[in-house]
């Protein structure tokens, strides 16, 4: 909790950090390596474009760009004036990309013209189907009532709309054809942006269909950073390799930020590719790779793994590429965290090296300093004690100041605790041992899915009678997403083209894994006639185990 106010705003922090060194590299996307000095100076000039294009202070701004330089000038720039910054989810179809700009009430939306597959110009015009009908001006669009302007972050030929702006070129240009917008005036309108000040919405799966929107503020994100980094092995000579996106918290404050105040090198890719990534470490001799599981595994059955030098890599919890003596011999007995979107990533943690002791084995670590835990039972909310199984609360300084649009007496209880939907319980010594999630959320290669809203999309497929959507155990993932489809008398559906539907209108995350067509006898029921989840879990994941 040692930060210091004045590096707890994204304006402070990037200027007090290219004054120490200007030159030291920040964040690297194949030839792109941007330094602090430059971070520093390109976002202000953006910053200053935004000012002068009408944003200020409390204005939603929508970043939808992959992971790399551009997101983290894009993000410098929107929260340095006060702006808001919307991290928009890269695998968002159009309903879920329109529906996150609406609930945020989005007033601008920088974005990429397409990235990788995807073409977002066309999507946000399938999310608003008025837009490509809009002319030339500030948007008025009854599906998105608040959004006023698109800006294309870089534009190429076949990018142009009437309804799209330029992006950082424009908005640097805009800044310098504007006198009034100079650099004496961002100063006073970043001497006004306090670390109480609120920096971003970011959204994650809820327990329910629609996403929840988790508002931080900038000192929550960068002192939870910033003392996370207390409790990691972690050096300003680190060069980071992590696929995490920005636009999740894992990636935005335990990678991203993390190597901000720091000076650590963080090094992005547009894609995981376990051949190209193995030539990246090796190559750029990254010291410290982090991610989900399955990352590492991927890499490590690559047929170049065996040939290539990754002597260089000292930490990170890719176990199948550390030094063979560095891996652990049972996962299990390793440290590990448990956190959230509403908690700023995680609010326990344990940095115990090597193996832990037996006693230990599967447990989460311990309350991050600044944060305070309790047990509950689910159904009478009554305080447990040391031992005792319920659902985790948690409250303190990197806990959301709320769920946007959401009133507070919904999101916290009395005490000021936020019910997480997780179960365990904590020892005597105070170590968690997380064991649940109450809630129906998929955990899948370290993303959140509900249920609910594959189910949803699935009700609207005319073959289709009934489906239902569990998590079945995955070593690797955690769980992969499954589902159970009840076609109507006489319909036909084949696996591929319920796939290629469910394709255009989900992220790739929540696309089931395992689909199985089975009869409406077959899904079990509760005596009260409610759907048996725990044993369609049992029953798919058997089926899975056969396949």
Request: hydrophobic share 40%.
């Amino acid at each position: 909790m040692s930060l210091p106010d004045s590096e707890c705003t994204t304006g402070g922090l990037i200027r007090s950090k290219a004054a120490a060194d200007p030159e030291r590299v920040v964040v690297v996307k194949d030839d792109f390596r941007l330094t602090y000095g430059e971070a520093e100076r390109r976002s202000a000039r953006i910053a200053r474009g935004l000012l002068a294009s009408g944003i200020g202070k409390g204005t939603r701004v929508g970043i939808l760009l992959p992971n790399g330089p551009d997101w983290v000038l894009a993000w410098l720039a929107v929260t340095r004036i006060g702006a808001l910054a919307v991290p928009l989810n890269t695998f968002y179809q159009a309903r879920e990309l329109g529906f996150v700009l609406r609930h945020a009430d989005v007033h601008t939306l920088l974005t990429a013209a397409r990235f990788l597959n995807n073409d977002y110009l066309e999507r946000l015009e399938k999310a608003a189907p008025e837009l490509a009908r809009q002319g030339v001006g500030p948007l008025r669009l009854p599906s998105l009532p608040f959004l006023r302007e698109v800006r294309i972050w870089e534009s190429e030929t076949g990018d142009e709309r009437a309804w799209a702006l330029g992006g950082a070129t424009a908005l640097e240009g805009l800044a310098d054809a504007t006198p009034a917008i100079d650099d004496a005036m961002l100063a006073e309108v970043e001497r006004e942006v306090r670390p109480a000040d609120p920096m971003l919405v970011i959204y994650s799966s809820g327990s329910t269909a629609d996403p929840k929107g988790a508002v931080h503020t900038h000192g929550t994100v960068l002192r939870h950073g910033h003392n996370l980094n207390q409790l990691r092995d972690l050096t300003a000579e680190d060069r980071i390799y992590s696929p995490m996106p920005f636009f999740w918290v894992g990636g935005l404050t335990f990678t991203l930020v993390s190597a901000l105040h720091l000076g650590a090198r963080l090094y992005c890719q547009d894609v995981f590719d376990p051949g190209r990534t193995l030539e990246l470490i090796e190559r750029e001799r990254i010291t410290l790779v982090a991610g989900w599981p399955h990352f590492g595994k991927a890499m490590a059955e690559h047929p170049s793994f065996r040939e290539r030098d990754l002597s260089s890599i000292r930490a990170g919890n890719l176990y199948d590429l550390l030094p063979e003596a560095m891996r652990p011999k049972d996962p299990e007995l390793r440290s590990n965290s448990l956190g959230m979107t509403e908690t700023c990533g995680p609010h326990t943690f344990d940095r115990m090296e090597g193996d832990l002791p037996e006693k230990l084995r599967g447990s989460f670590g311990r309350a991050v300093a600044g944060v305070q835990h309790k047990i509950v039972d689910p159904e009478t909310g009554e305080t447990l004690g040391p031992g005792e199984f319920g659902e985790i609360c948690v409250r303190g300084y990197p806990v959301m100041q709320g769920l946007y649009k959401v009133e507070r007496e919904e999101a916290f209880d009395a005490d000021g605790y936020y019910h997480t939907g997780d179960a365990g319980f904590f020892d005597a010594e105070g170590h968690l041992f997380f064991k649940s999630r109450l809630g129906e959320m998929i955990k899948t290669g370290g993303a959140n899915v509900a249920p609910r809203e594959i189910e949803l999309v699935l009700a609207t497929f005319p073959e289709i009678l009934a489906a239902h959507v569990v998590g079945v155990p995955h070593s690797d993932r955690g769980e992969n997403v499954a589902a159970a489809v009840v076609l109507r008398e006489g319909a036909t559906l084949d696996r591929d083209a319920l796939h290629a539907r469910l394709k255009a209108e989900l992220s790739a995350y929540k696309l089931p894994r395992h689909t199985f067509f089975v009869s409406a006898a077959e899904i079990p029921m509760t005596d009260s006639g409610k759907l048996d989840r725990r044993k369609l879990r049992e029953a798919l994941a058997k089926k899975v185990s056969e396949s």
